[in-house]
């Protein structure tokens, strides 16, 4: 699984900005305020945890997330989706009923 790439709260930011286009390293660098060797190196440990791609367009490298890997977190996730949809629903339960 892809926790540990994920543990890093830049890199869950970059792939919030990969979540709806493909971007280039240099908007990335744009958008977080960091260097360029720091945004390479959160971007090597999410493309060697499978979670983005890369492709090279002339001058640049453009990254776009992966959805499989997060698909297998989500799955991981469901059974503790349910958990926590049972523990709300009691407390909800609980504060309709209370006086």
């Known amino acids: 699984m892809s926790f540990a790439a994920l543990?890093?709260?830049t890199r869950r930011t970059i792939l919030d900005l990969l979540r709806d286009e493909e971007?280039?390293?240099?908007?990335?660098v744009d958008h977080l305020a960091l260097?360029?060797?720091?945004?390479?190196?959160?971007?090597?440990v999410l493309r060697d945890a499978g979670?983005?791609?890369?492709?090279?367009?002339?001058q640049r490298r453009v990254y776009?997330?992966?959805?499989?890997?997060?698909?297998?977190?989500?799955a991981w996730l469901e059974p503790y989706r349910q958990l926590w949809s049972r523990s709300l629903d009691a407390l909800g339960r609980h504060l309709e009923e209370a006086p």
Do not use: F
């Open 23 to 28: 971007r280039p390293v240099g908007e990335l």
């Open 64 to 74: 776009r997330i992966r959805p499989e890997p997060l698909a297998e977190i989500d």
């Open 35 to 44: 260097s360029q060797p720091a945004v390479s190196k959160h971007l090597r």
């Open 7 to 9: 543990a890093e709260p």
């Open 51 to 58: 979670l983005v791609d890369v492709r090279v367009d002339a």
